[in-house]
């Protein structure tokens, strides 16, 4: 399987702490996303990073991909209570142009007020 | 909000029963995927299309389940004679064209209970 998997499950900080979650997977990949998701809900895109990049930022978001350990952490910093949700990445398969994700159990991340 | 609808929201139905649930793509995005989600894990691939034909099914997609997107414009997902452990959210994404750095938009999902 090419199932990513996140570390930690889950993760409790308090408002203003940085909050750092990990992802490794298997197989070699085109790009690596990260997703974030409140209960019950869809997924919404936070940020891609293609193989050929190594870190990637997006407002307080900081994204790292290391294609030599097959892993990839995202960095949340000042976090809010209204972070509070499940974090997937997700990686695609280079040897295919379909596109298909394949997701971690994520990270359910709290943010205490 | 995405850009990708999903209709209904949520579905109470009876083991045995007929499900079908629609997905309504950014209208330039021709290419579809769907995804089952149960409690605790993240999203499996069911199944996907690029325009109107089915290029790839997942193992998780039994003879129960039935795809189809028409014109290559929304798509329907058909669930027959359900089981309780169907229920699961249903969701929905889509992607523009072919390259393969473009990111997936979801929708909102379906959340399907089987009683």
């Known amino acids: 399987s090419q199932q990513g998997e996140e570390d930690p499950q889950a993760l409790s900080i308090q408002e203003g702490e940085n909050a750092t979650m990990n992802c490794s997977y298997k197989t070699s990949i085109n790009n690596l996303q990260w997703y974030r998701q409140n209960s019950g809900r869809g997924l919404v895109h936070l940020i891609l990073i293609r193989s050929n990049e190594r870190e990637k930022h997006s407002g307080r978001l900081r994204v790292t991909l290391d294609t030599s350990k097959k892993s990839s952490s995202l960095l949340i910093t000042a976090s809010r209570a209204a972070d509070t949700a499940s974090y997937f990445c997700a990686t695609d398969d280079r040897g295919s142009t379909l596109g298909r994700l394949y997701f971690g159990r994520g990270t359910q991340l709290t943010v205490w007020p | 909000d995405t850009g990708v609808s999903q209709d209904p929201r949520h579905k109470i139905t009876k083991r045995g029963q007929n499900v079908t649930f629609r997905c309504d793509p950014i209208?330039?995005?021709?290419?579809l995927y769907w995804y089952r989600q149960t409690l605790g894990q993240g999203p499996e691939f069911l199944t996907y299309f690029q325009n109107e034909a089915q290029l790839e099914k997942s193992r998780l997609l039994s003879d129960r389940f039935s795809a189809e997107r028409p014109k290559g414009s929304f798509s329907t997902l058909e669930i027959q004679r359900t089981e309780q452990g169907d229920s699961a959210m249903y969701l929905c994404?889509?992607?523009?064209?072919?390259?393969?750095?473009?990111?997936?938009?979801f929708g909102p999902g379906t959340r399907l209970t089987v009683l």
């Open positions: 209208s330039e995005h021709n290419r």
């Open positions: 994404a889509t992607r523009p064209g072919a390259h393969v750095y473009n990111e997936q938009f």
